[in-house]
């Protein structure tokens, strides 16, 4: 089981705003589990906090604006990369601006200060959103998708195309989260010079320059007008007929542009609350795309507070009937658990094979039988016993007895055919052989009943 991290100490940072040229502190912290990513804008009155969630968002023109009762905070993606890049769960962030830096306009300089404060894991466990079919999103008029496959780990395809002579098709690559600091943190943002105009026009990249961003000149204007861009954005007068790349710096990597467009989905999906489990594809992503798919995720997660656990039939059990057996005082036709698939430091996965021979179809209902619910409440106490017996010495000496049931929801009928994945996780630690727990019971990917127990662990006479 895979722990909830956070940052060993707090780092600060200072560098301009790219839209709004203001020299700007920004300062990340440690938080407690649980906490997730929150943003405080310590130079606004009662220091206002915002959560970095994709519903927060209110703007994705040239990059990633959250705002809430008012307070906005923009271009928060490159920053928001590299806390996901190493795995950080819980971190909270004080800046005395309406933005981040820009610094460099990548993620080097975060990743670099990461590495130098160190990482800790925490106790509770990290809560991942696990892709288990094909999700996708595109949008007809750009050209733009993202799909997100089922995989075992986080990955992430790139592929841009622009209609530029200089910048064309790249693609770029991230196999593991562990390539980010060496092969993408430090690839840049760019920007065409067709686009600056429009962008001034707009009030933005008043901090732009080529020390914060790649600038591509490949479409032929006039001299004056070229003359007069280089002079707003603070560049040397260029040669209209000199297509290319206009930097102070070389480009990092033969493919940057790709490689950075990979960094603001990090940083966007980051916005979703946990970690992926899944592989990304994505055709000419933008801000855009990237905030409609983890508006889509938000809203899944929103809609099933915690994931059916993965079932996979053919990987040998934990514990078998046989073991469960030798824990459980319980037999036909009371005993409701027929294997467990999985236990962490904190819960358990067993599955319930319903069967049209159960005992209880014989009267619950002769001519639509559906599994009682006290059953199912009973299967899901049965399962938490067996987390619970597990972490004493000599559990076949133990029983466990309710002595309370809170909560209990049941949201879809079980019948015959049906199986049950039961998942128990303790809600606080064991104290003096009282244990609370909240259970949940899935089929499919379809919650069918939840509840909350209180049980009592008693050595058997």
Same mark, same amino acid.
């Given at each position: ?21 203001? !020299?700007? *502190? ?16 310590? =130079? ?6 915002? @959560? ?55 993620? +080097? ?6 590495? &130098? ?5 925490? @106790?509770?466990? &990290? ?28 990955? #992430? ?18 196999? !593991? ?7 993408? $943190? ?22 732009? !320059? ?9 479409? &032929? ?27 102070? &710096? ?31 594809? $994505? ?11 983890? +508006?889509?995720? %938000? ?6 507070? #915690?994931?059916?656990?993965?079932? !996979?039939?053919? #990987? ?64 899901? $106490? ?7 017996? @597990?972490?004493? =010495? ?36 064991? %104290? ?16 069918? +009943? ?5 049980? *009592? ?5």
């Amino acid at each position: 089981m895979q722990k909830q991290k956070t940052l060993a100490k707090s780092f600060s940072m200072q560098g301009k705003g790219l839209h709004t040229g203001l !020299d700007i *502190q920004i300062t990340f912290n440690p938080a407690p589990e649980n906490h997730g990513y929150k943003i405080k804008r310590v =130079d606004l009155e009662g220091e206002p906090v915002i @959560n970095a969630l994709a519903e927060n968002v209110a703007s994705t023109q040239r990059g990633t604006v959250l705002s809430k009762n008012g307070i906005q905070i923009s271009t928060v993606e490159h920053a928001m990369a590299a806390l996901y890049a190493y795995e950080i769960d819980n971190c909270l962030i004080e800046v005395n601006a309406p933005e981040f830096p820009i610094l460099d306009g990548s993620s +080097c300089f975060f990743s670099e200060e990461i590495q &130098k404060s160190g990482i800790v894991e925490q @106790n509770a466990p &990290k809560d991942f959103y696990i892709v288990k079919h094909k999700i996708e999103v595109k949008d007809e008029e750009t050209g733009s998708s993202l799909i997100i496959l089922p995989d075992e780990k986080f990955s #992430v395809n790139v592929l841009i195309s622009f209609d530029s002579p200089v910048l064309s098709n790249q693609f770029a690559t991230l196999n !593991d989260l562990s390539e980010f600091p060496e092969e993408i $943190a430090a690839s840049r943002t760019f920007v065409f010079v067709r686009e600056v105009e429009m962008l001034r026009q707009n009030n933005l990249i008043k901090g732009g !320059d080529l020390d914060n961003a790649i600038v591509i000149y490949d479409q &032929k204007m006039p001299q004056e007008t070229l003359d007069r861009l280089a002079d707003e954005v603070g560049i040397p007068h260029l040669n209209v007929h000199e297509l290319g790349y206009i930097n102070n &710096k070389p480009l990092v990597f033969d493919n940057e542009p790709a490689r950075h467009k990979l960094i603001d989905i990090l940083g966007d999906l980051a916005l979703i609350g946990k970690p992926i489990r899944g592989r990304i594809i $994505a055709t000419r992503p933008g801000h855009k795309i990237n905030n409609q798919l983890a +508006c889509m995720i %938000r809203k899944d997660i929103k809609l099933n507070e #915690v994931q059916a656990p993965i079932y !996979d039939p053919n #990987v040998a059990p934990l514990m078998d009937i046989n073991r469960i057996r030798e824990l459980l005082p319980h037999r036909y036709p009371f005993l409701l658990v027929d294997k467990i698939i999985e236990i962490g430091g904190n819960y358990i996965v067993g599955v319930k094979n319903i069967t049209t021979n159960e005992p209880f179809f014989t009267g619950h209902f002769p001519q639509e039988p559906v599994t009682p619910g006290v059953l199912l409440v009973e299967a899901m $106490a049965q399962t938490g016993g067996l987390l619970v017996l @597990n972490s004493v =010495d000599e559990p076949e000496r133990y029983s466990t007895y309710f002595m309370k049931i809170d909560g209990v929801k049941f949201r879809q009928k079980v019948v015959p055919g049906d199986t049950l994945i039961l998942r128990l996780e303790l809600l606080a630690p064991i %104290r003096r052989g009282i244990s609370t727990m909240k259970g949940y019971i899935f089929v499919g990917d379809k919650l069918v +009943c939840e509840a909350e127990f209180m049980a *009592q662990i008693i050595k058997n006479k």
